[in-house]
């Protein structure tokens, strides 16, 4: 934290700063459940008037979602300009998948997640898309909560060529 405060000093403020700040916060949670939302929040609100990019405010209402829940999140969402520039963004219609399991409608996030597995750009986001289908598979909301986020459950393998394009 030491060289965090350190970076901050001076009169300029930054994108990097904020992002670490907003890093620093994660950090200093033990738990998604402690994370501070509301300071996320708002040191997303002041990174928006720095970048207007729409993958900033897609975070911005993830940590929306995270504080109010996941109908909020897609409020956030809805409320994106420049949505069409994150049609190639894989985790776009992650995001939507997650908030859609979070509501308990698993199939609207199965099709969400199928969508992000078909805009993976390498090996390692389609392994998570396809943790993130396994999940919707699961016999229940707790269960797929479970599947989302514990590590050691083993996700469905998907190679490149049976992701439908």
Not at 2 to 23: F, K, T
Not at 89 to 115: I, S
Not at 132 to 159: H, I, K, Y
């Amino acid at each position: 934290m030491r060289l965090l405060e350190l970076s901050a000093s001076g009169s300029e403020l930054n994108a990097y700063h904020i992002e670490a700040a907003i890093a620093s916060v994660h950090a200093m949670a033990r738990c998604a459940e402690e994370t501070d939302w509301g300071a996320i929040i708002s040191l997303y609100d002041c990174l928006m008037l720095i970048d207007r990019s729409p993958i900033v405010a897609l975070n911005r209402a993830i940590a929306v979602a995270q504080r109010d829940g996941p109908d909020r999140g897609l409020d956030a969402i809805r409320t994106i300009s420049n949505l069409e520039r994150l049609a190639d963004y894989p985790f776009y219609p992650a995001a939507l998948g997650k908030l859609e399991l979070r509501r308990g409608n698993c199939e609207r996030a199965r099709e969400h997640f199928q969508m992000a597995l078909t805009r993976a750009r390498n090996p390692m986001e389609r392994h998570f898309f396809a943790r993130r289908l396994t999940a919707c598979d699961a016999p229940s909301v707790q269960r797929a909560a479970r599947a989302f986020w514990e590590p050691n459950l083993e996700p469905r393998v998907v190679s490149d060529s049976e992701v439908e394009h």
